[in-house]
């Protein structure tokens, strides 16, 4: 399979393709939830593209490598799959990759934007953090302790991407809806 010979354009391509709905289905929430306001024409609904772009080329060129080659340390220096290995292996995952990440894809994703390090990505990261890291370990310790238990290795990145579609909604709107603008 793909998946065994090309293992990183795989999961590039599946990454962002999961991280670009992601923001897809937030901004099509984000307008049905408002379409009530009557801040503008109800029945009218235009998907950015460029900031859907963003987002897939995010997952394709950051997500997965970095995700890719994290899970593979994970799994050579903790490699069994015992409740222990699985523990240490979330608590790894959540208390280091966790809060450097997220700060990593915030700020990759606004300099993308075009957006000024310190009098917008600063601030955003500041307003935002607290909430995306506490929402993050409610959402991706369960997953992830299913993830390492119970996904074979080959199948993890994969496993992530499926539950990082719901992440990827939420993410989007904190950093490109209405939570930051």
């Known amino acids: ?11 590039g391509v599946t990454s962002g393709i999961i991280t ?14 408002s379409k ?11 998907i950015d593209w460029l900031r859907t772009t963003r987002f897939t080329f995010l997952g394709t060129v950051l997500v997965a490598p970095i995700v890719h080659h994290w899970y593979g340390a994970l799994m050579k220096y903790i490699p069994c799959r015992s409740i222990k290995s699985t523990i240490k292996r979330t608590f790894y995952d959540q208390a280091i990759m966790a809060p450097l990440f997220i700060p990593t894809f915030m700020t990759s994703l606004l300099l993308l934007e075009g957006k000024d390090f310190t009098e917008d990505i600063v601030p955003a990261l500041k307003s935002e ?16 302790i299913i993830n390492f238990r119970f996904v074979p290795g080959r199948f993890q990145v994969f496993f992530s991407n499926i539950t990082a579609l719901v992440w990827n909604t939420y993410f989007s709107y904190k950093a ?4 930051i603008h």
């Not at 670009?20 to 939830?33: A, E, K, M, P, Y």
């Open 129 to 144: 953090y607290y909430d995306l890291i506490t929402t993050n370990w409610a959402m991706w310790i369960p997953a992830q």
């Open 20 to 33: 670009g709905s992601g923001d897809l289905l937030c901004q099509s929430i984000v307008h049905f939830r």
């Open 176 to 179: 490109s809806g209405d939570a």
């Open 1 to 11: 399979t793909r998946l065994e010979t090309h293992p990183l354009a795989t999961k």
């Open 36 to 46: 009530g306001d009557k801040t503008g024409n109800d029945n009218y609904f235009s």
